[in-house]
């Protein structure tokens, strides 16, 4: 494995590119007169499913966006820099399909829902349990400082805002604690190779 501060570039690149993709597709919006806006999830509508993925990366409006560039560029960056970039891409695609289907299935009918808060909440978690579900020391630090930095961002999972989807956000944690579980490090643990169990077993003569 490439040593950790080998992907600290690479992390920073792909950060930067993913948020300037989204300012980039929301100038297209906006000129288009929100034309994109229409790739948003609708609930229950089977052509919803096939935006799940394209709502992720579109927002309404820069305010909207903005809300999200911040949290997005810091909280992806730690997760590909400590997980590296196939594995983070791998637990940002799951967070994306988890919480586009769960905003399918639960949504207010009628409602349009799209933007990158998912991915938001959903690396929050991951980073927030991974190092636990890893038992490495340096990520459980990582995601207790993650937690009170952003830890106040939990309140968005819970249904008290008018216009603002915690189903995403919560669906989005969802699919993040389950990354971390199935994207984990399956390394070689005490005894593994024997040597680490503090004895050698040899078959008898």
């Known amino acids: 494995m490439a ?3 080998a992907r600290a570039r690479p992390a920073l690149f792909l950060m930067v590119g993913w948020v300037a993709l989204l300012w980039v597709l929301e100038g297209v919006d906006t000129l ?3 034309a994109l806006d229409a790739f948003g999830i609708r609930p229950r509508e089977a052509g919803g499913l096939l ?3 394209p709502a992720a990366f579109l927002h ?3 305010g909207h966006l903005a809300a999200n560039s911040l949290p997005l560029l810091v909280l992806g960056f730690l997760a590909a820099l400590r997980s590296g970039i196939r594995r983070f891409l791998a637990a940002a695609l ?3 399909v988890v919480s586009g289907l769960g905003v399918w ?3 207010a009918p009628g409602s349009i829902t799209l933007g990158a808060s998912g991915v938001v909440f959903g690396l929050f978690a991951f980073l927030l349990v991974r190092g636990f579900v890893e038992r490495k020391p340096l990520d459980i630090g990582i995601g207790l400082i993650v937690g009170l930095l952003y830890g106040s961002i939990l309140w968005g999972a819970l249904p008290t805002t008018s216009g603002i989807s915690w189903q995403c956000h919560l669906f989005g944690l969802a699919g993040g604690v389950l990354a ?3 994207l984990r490090e399956r390394g070689r643990g005490p ?3 024997g040597a680490a169990a503090g004895g050698v077993v040899r078959p008898v003569p």
């Open 180 to 182: 971390a579980f199935i």
């Open 60 to 62: 309404f409006g820069f």
């Open 191 to 193: 005894g593994r190779d």
């Open 94 to 96: 799951l967070i994306i």
């Open 105 to 107: 299935l639960t949504a």
């Open 3 to 5: 040593p950790r501060t």
């Open 32 to 34: 288009s007169g929100n």
């Open 51 to 53: 935006d799940v993925l």
